[in-house]
C-alpha cells in the first residue's frame, strides 16, 4: 500500500505535474533527512561528555608521562623524601599518598557510620513531616562551598584544637563511648545467663555479670578519657582536624545515594520481616541493610571519593608537612595530601614548565584520576548490578 | 534475647539514627554561626575617626565639615598625649646613659604601639603604605591596641618543660617614677575621644575595591570575579547541558554507546576538582591558548566542563518527569517530534532544568581549585566585560583562601575574610533558595 503510494509519487514527480502528494514527499524526506541530521548533532552534543573526559585523561596524562621518562617510578611511589627545590630534587610521594590515605580513611570512618545511620533514619525511622526538614539541611552542608570549610578548619577549629582538644575529645569519648558500652554490657550480661534455666540462679548470675562487666567498662572509659584528655596537640592543623571536615563534606553524598537504595528496597522485604515478629532494627540490619548492600556500598565509594579529591580543606588545615606520621595512625600530626601538593607546588612549578618540578605535578594528577576513575566504574557497576537484582526479584 | 533487651536495641537504634541526623543539623550550625557572626562584622560595626578620615581622603566619601569638626576635638585630646611624649622625650635626654638604656627599648615599644592606634606621630613622614597612614579603623581593633599599649606581653621560659605563656605586664609598672606614666591613664581614658567610635554600615565594603592589599576597603573586584566566572562558565554549559540532556532522554536507544556516554557523564562528575584545574591549564591555556596566561574565559571553560554533568543530570530529571501524556497528545495532534520537545516537553521541563542550572550556579561561584591555575589572582582591581577574554581576575572563594594562609598579615584581617567568606556562603546558599522558590513559582504558573 505504501510501496504503491509511493511509487505513484515517484510518477507525479517524473511527469512534473503539481499535486499534493508531491508536495508532501519532497517535505516528508526533508523531514526525514533534517531529522535525521538534527538527532546526529544532538548525539554529537551528547558526545561532547565523552570526549572532555578522554582529552582530560589525555592531556593529563601527556604532562604526567615526561616526569617518569625523567624520573622512573620507583622514587615516586617508594621514598618519602619530597624536596622538589632542592639540587639535585627529590621526587618521593610516599609520605604525600600515604596523608591523602591517612585522611579519607578518617574522614571514612566518621561518615561512613553517621551517614549510613542517618540514612536508615531518614528512609525508614523518620515521619514524613521531619524528613522534609532534615533534607534542606544536608543540602545546605552540601552547598557550602569548600574554602568556607576549609576557612572554618583553619581559623576556627584548628585553634579551638590545639588549646582544648584533650578536653574535646575526652567529651567525645565519653558521649559516643559510655551509650555504646553500656548497651554492650546490657546484652552481653543477658547472652552469659542465658543457657542457664533456673529462675533465681539466673537472676542473680545475670545482676554479678552486669555489674563485673558494667565497673570493667567504666574503668576501660575513664582510663581512655584520662589519656585523651592528656594528649598535647602540638598543631591544630593535623591530620584529625582535616578528617572530620572531610567527613561532613562527604556525608550528604553518602546519606542521599544511600537513602536511595533503601528507597528501592520494597516494601514487601519489610513487611515480610515484620510479619515474623522482628523489630524495627532487627527488620533494618537483618533484612533492608544486607538487601541494600550494594547500593550502601556504592554510596560510601562515592562519598570517600569527595573526600580523597578535596583540595581546598587539606590545603588549609592539614599543615602541609610531607612525613608519615609516628606511629603511623597519629591523627594529631601535621600531614600532606595529593590536592594539596598540586595546588600549592604549581605557583612555583609553572615558571619551569617542562621540568620534572612541573610534570611530577600532572603525574599525582593522573594517580587522583585514575583512582577515581576505577571507583566510580566500580560503584556504576554494583548500581546497576543492584538494580538487575531488585528488579529481578 | 528476652523481649525487653530487644525493645531496648530498637529504642537504642532509633535514637543512634536520630542522634546522627542531629549532629549533621548542629555541624552545619557550628560552621555557619562564626561564619555569620563574624562575617557581618565586616559590614556593620563600631568605625572610629580614623575611618572617616579614610573614606574621606581614599574614596572621597562622607562630609567634609564634619569631619573637621570632628577632628579639631579629637585632635586636642591627642595632642596632649602626644605633649606627654615629647616631656618624656626631653626627660630621657637628661637622663645618665645607662638608665636611658633601661627605658629606650620599652620607650620604642610604647611609640610604635600609640602609632599603631592613633597614626603617625606628630613630626613623623608619611609613610608610603596606606595601612600605616591611619590609626585604628575599627572599635574593636582600636581596644585591641588600647591593650598592647598598656601591657607589655612577656613569655615565661621559666620552665623549659612546659610550652611557655605569654604574660601581661603593665607598662605603667615599667616607667614608674617618670613623666611617661602619665600617659597610660591618660589614654585609657580618653581613649573614645581620641577615636570617636559610631555604629555604622559600611556598605563599601560590597562596592568598593581594596586599597593596601585589603587592610581598607571592599571586596567588589572579588565579587564580580565570582559572578563573571560563574555566569561565563553556564553560558559554556547550560546550553549543551540541555541538549545532551534532551538526547539522552528522548532520541538515545538503549545499546551500547548509550551506556559508554553514561559512564562517561558520572565519570566526568567524580573527577576530583583540582584534577580539572590541571586539564583547564594543559588544554586551554597551554594547548589551545585561548589567552597568554591566566583569564577569566580560561577559568570559565574550567568550570563549565565541572559542572557539566550537574546540569545535564538536572535536566534529564526534569525532562523525565513530565507526563507521557502531554508527549503523546503533541504527536497526536500531529506535531513533529522536535516540535513536541520545543513547545510542549521543554516548557513544562523548564523548571527543574532551571533550578539544576542555577544550583549548578552556585557551585561554580564556589569551586576553588579548578579556577586557581586558570583564571584567579590574587590582588588586582576589577575588570571590565572587555577584558574577560585575556586578563584574570580575583574571586571570592580564591582570596578567601589566600587572605587567609598566604597573606602577610592574615591574623589582622580577620574581618575581611570572614566578610568574604559571609559573602561567598550567602552567594551560594541565596543561589540555592532562589532554585527552591523558583521551582515553586514556575510550576504554580505552568498549572495556571
Given at each position: 500500500m505504501q510501496n504503491s503510494s509511493g511509487m505513484h509519487e515517484n510518477e507525479a514527480a517524473k511527469s512534473g505535474r503539481s499535486s499534493v502528494f508531491v508536495v508532501?514527499?519532497?517535505?516528508?524526506?526533508?523531514?526525514?533527512?533534517?531529522?535525521?541530521?538534527?538527532?546526529?548533532?544532538?548525539?554529537?552534543?551528547?558526545?561532547?561528555?565523552?570526549?572532555?573526559?578522554?582529552?582530560?585523561?589525555?592531556?593529563?596524562?601527556?604532562?604526567?608521562?615526561p616526569y617518569f621518562r625523567l624520573r622512573g617510578f620507583q622514587e615516586f611511589f617508594t621514598s618519602s623524601e619530597w624536596y622538589p627545590a632542592?639540587?639535585?630534587?627529590?621526587?618521593?610521594?610516599?609520605?604525600?599518598?600515604?596523608?591523602?590515605?591517612?585522611?579519607?580513611?578518617?574522614?571514612?570512618?566518621?561518615?561512613?557510620?553517621?551517614?549510613?545511620?542517618?540514612?536508615?533514619?531518614?528512609?525508614?525511622?523518620?515521619?514524613?513531616?521531619?524528613?522534609?526538614?532534615?533534607?534542606?539541611?544536608?543540602?545546605m552542608l552540601a552547598a557550602i562551598p569548600s574554602v568556607a570549610y576549609g576557612f572554618f578548619a583553619l581559623v576556627v577549629f584548628a585553634p579551638l584544637l590545639q588549646n582544648v582538644g584533650g578536653p574535646i575529645l575526652m567529651w567525645t569519648w565519653w558521649v559516643i563511648a559510655a551509650p555504646v558500652l553500656l548497651l554492650a554490657v546490657i546484652v552481653a550480661s543477658e547472652l552469659l545467663t542465658a543457657p542457664i534455666e533456673k529462675e533465681p540462679k539466673k537472676k542473680v548470675l545475670h545482676l554479678v555479670s552486669a555489674l563485673f562487666l558494667g565497673s570493667l567498662a567504666l574503668l576501660f572509659l575513664y582510663f581512655v578519657g584520662r589519656h585523651l584528655q592528656g594528649l598535647v596537640i602540638?598543631?591544630?592543623?593535623?591530620?584529625?582536624?582535616?578528617?572530620?571536615?572531610?567527613?561532613?563534606?562527604?556525608l550528604p553524598t553518602i546519606v542521599s545515594v544511600s537513602e536511595d537504595a533503601l528507597q528501592a528496597v520494597g516494601r514487601e522485604l519489610r513487611e515480610g520481616s515484620y510479619a515474623l515478629g522482628a523489630t524495627r532494627a532487627e527488620t533494618i540490619i537483618k533484612t533492608v541493610l544486607p538487601a541494600a548492600s550494594s547500593g550502601i556500598l556504592a554510596a560510601v565509594i562515592l562519598g570517600i571519593m569527595r573526600a580523597l579529591g578535596e583540595t581546598m580543606v587539606v590545603w588549609m588545615?592539614?599543615?602541609?608537612?610531607?612525613?608519615?606520621?609516628?606511629?603511623?595512625?597519629?591523627?594529631?600530626?601535621?600531614?600532606?595530601t595529593l590536592t594539596a601538593t598540586i595546588a600549592g607546588d604549581m605557583g612555583e612549578a609553572d615558571q619551569v614548565t617542562g621540568s620534572a618540578r612541573f610534570h611530577v605535578l600532572f603525574a599525582m594528577g593522573l594517580l587522583l584520576l585514575v583512582v577515581s576513575f576505577v571507583s566510580n566504574f566500580i560503584s556504576e557497576r554494583i548500581v546497576v548490578r543492584q538494580r538487575k537484582v531488585l528488579s529481578g526479584q | 534475647m528476652n523481649l525487653g533487651t530487644r525493645k531496648l536495641l530498637d529504642r537504642s537504634f532509633t535514637a543512634l539514627g536520630i542522634g546522627s541526623i542531629i549532629i549533621m543539623g548542629l555541624a552545619l550550625l557550628v560552621?555557619?554561626?562564626?561564619?555569620?557572626?563574624?562575617?557581618?562584622?565586616?559590614?556593620?560595626?563600631?568605625?572610629?575617626?580614623?575611618?572617616?578620615?579614610?573614606?574621606?581622603?581614599?574614596?572621597?566619601?562622607?562630609?567634609?565639615?564634619?569631619?573637621?569638626?570632628?577632628?579639631?576635638?579629637?585632635?586636642?585630646?591627642?595632642?596632649?598625649?602626644?605633649?606627654?611624649?615629647?616631656?618624656?622625650?626631653?626627660?630621657?635626654?637628661?637622663?645618665?646613659?645607662?638608665?636611658?638604656?633601661?627605658?629606650?627599648?620599652?620607650?620604642?615599644?610604647?611609640r610604635t604601639a600609640l602609632r599603631v592606634l592613633l597614626g603617625p606621630l606628630p613630626g613623623e613622614e608619611l609613610p608610603e603604605l596606606t595601612r600605616f597612614r591611619y590609626g585604628q579603623t575599627r572599635w574593636d581593633k582600636a581596644e585591641e591596641k588600647l591593650h598592647d599599649l598598656l601591657y607589655e606581653q612577656k613569655w615565661d621560659y621559666s620552665n623549659p618543660d612546659v610550652i611557655a605563656k605569654p604574660n601581661d605586664v603593665s607598662r605603667a609598672s615599667i616607667f614608674a617614677g617618670t613623666s611617661l606614666v602619665r600617659l597610660f591613664p591618660y589614654v585609657e581614658e580618653n581613649i573614645d575621644r581620641m577615636m570617636m567610635p559610631q555604629w555604622t554600615i559600611y556598605w563599601g565594603f560590597i562596592t568598593d575595591s581594596s586599597l593596601d592589599s585589603h587592610f581598607f576597603g571592599g571586596i567588589w573586584p572579588e565579587i564580580q570575579?565570582?559572578?563573571?566566572?560563574?555566569?561565563?562558565?553556564?553560558?559554556?554549559?547550560?546550553?549543551?547541558?540541555?541538549?545532551?540532556?534532551?538526547?539522552?532522554?528522548?532520541?538515545?536507544?538503549?545499546?551500547?554507546?548509550?551506556?559508554?556516554?553514561?559512564?562517561a557523564n558520572s565519570t566526568l562528575a567524580g573527577v576530583p576538582s583540582i584534577v580539572f584545574g590541571l586539564f583547564g591549564l594543559a588544554f586551554f591555556i597551554n594547548?589551545?591558548?585561548?589567552?597568554?596566561s591566566k583569564s577569566v574565559l580560561a577559568g570559565s571553560l574550567t568550570l563549565a566542563i565541572m559542572i557539566l554533568p550537574t546540569i545535564i543530570r538536572a535536566a534529564e530529571e526534569a525532562i523525565l518527569s513530565v507526563p507521557k501524556t502531554y508527549k503523546e497528545a503533541s504527536l497526536g495532534l500531529g506535531s513533529t517530534k522536535w516540535n513536541t520537545i520545543m513547545t510542549v516537553i521543554l516548557p513544562a521541563a523548564l523548571p527543574g532544568i532551571l533550578t539544576g542550572g542555577v544550583i549548578s550556579l552556585g557551585r561554580a561561584a564556589g569551586e576553588t581549585a579548578p579556577i586557581i591555575f586558570t583564571a584567579a589572582v590574587s590582588v588586582g582591581t576589577a575588570i571590565g566585560l572587555g577584558d574577560v577574554?585575556?586578563?584574570?581576575?580575583?574571586?571570592?572563594?580564591?582570596?578567601?583562601?589566600?587572605?587567609?594562609?598566604?597573606?602577610?598579615?592574615?591574623?589582622?584581617?580577620?574581618?575581611?575574610?570572614?566578610?568574604?567568606?559571609?559573602?561567598?556562603?550567602?552567594?551560594?546558599?541565596?543561589?540555592?533558595?532562589?532554585?527552591?522558590?523558583?521551582?515553586?513559582?514556575?510550576?504554580?504558573?505552568?498549572?495556571?
Open positions: 508532501s514527499a519532497r517535505k516528508r524526506k526533508l523531514q526525514k533527512i533534517s531529522q535525521k541530521s538534527g538527532e546526529g548533532t544532538l548525539l554529537l552534543i551528547a558526545s561532547f561528555v565523552a570526549i572532555v573526559v578522554l582529552f582530560i585523561f589525555w592531556f593529563v596524562a601527556r604532562d604526567a608521562v632542592d639540587e639535585p630534587p627529590r621526587f618521593g610521594a610516599l609520605a604525600i599518598i600515604y596523608g591523602s590515605i591517612m585522611v579519607t580513611l578518617g574522614s571514612a570512618l566518621i561518615a561512613v557510620p553517621m551517614g549510613v545511620i542517618a540514612s536508615i533514619c531518614l528512609s525508614d525511622i523518620l515521619p514524613f513531616t521531619v524528613r522534609q526538614y532534615v533534607k534542606p539541611v544536608i543540602e602540638m598543631s591544630g592543623t593535623n591530620a584529625l582536624n582535616v578528617s572530620i571536615i572531610l567527613s561532613f563534606m562527604a588545615a592539614s599543615g602541609n608537612s610531607s612525613h608519615i606520621p609516628d606511629p603511623f595512625f597519629n591523627y594529631l600530626e601535621s600531614i600532606r | 560552621v555557619l554561626v562564626p561564619i555569620v557572626s563574624n562575617g557581618i562584622g565586616a559590614l556593620v560595626f563600631r568605625e572610629t575617626v580614623e575611618h572617616r578620615k579614610l573614606l574621606l581622603s581614599e574614596f572621597h566619601r562622607g562630609d567634609a565639615g564634619d569631619l573637621e569638626k570632628e577632628l579639631v576635638i579629637s585632635n586636642g585630646y591627642r595632642q596632649k598625649a602626644f605633649d606627654i611624649l615629647a616631656a618624656f622625650d626631653r626627660e630621657l635626654e637628661q637622663m645618665e646613659p645607662e638608665r636611658q638604656e633601661v627605658y629606650r627599648e620599652s620607650y620604642e615599644q610604647v570575579g565570582t559572578i563573571f566566572l560563574a555566569i561565563g562558565a553556564m553560558i559554556f554549559a547550560f546550553p549543551l547541558g540541555v541538549i545532551a540532556a534532551i538526547y539522552f532522554t528522548e532520541y538515545a536507544r538503549e545499546g551500547f554507546l548509550n551506556s559508554l556516554l553514561r559512564s594547548t589551545l591558548h585561548v589567552s597568554e577574554l585575556s586578563s584574570p581576575t580575583p574571586a571570592l572563594s580564591w582570596n578567601i583562601y589566600n587572605l587567609a594562609s598566604e597573606h602577610e598579615a592574615a591574623a589582622q584581617i580577620r574581618h575581611v575574610q570572614y566578610g568574604m567568606v559571609l559573602s561567598l556562603v550567602m552567594i551560594v546558599l541565596l543561589l540555592n533558595l532562589s532554585a527552591v522558590i523558583l521551582r515553586a513559582r514556575i510550576s504554580k504558573k505552568l498549572k495556571g
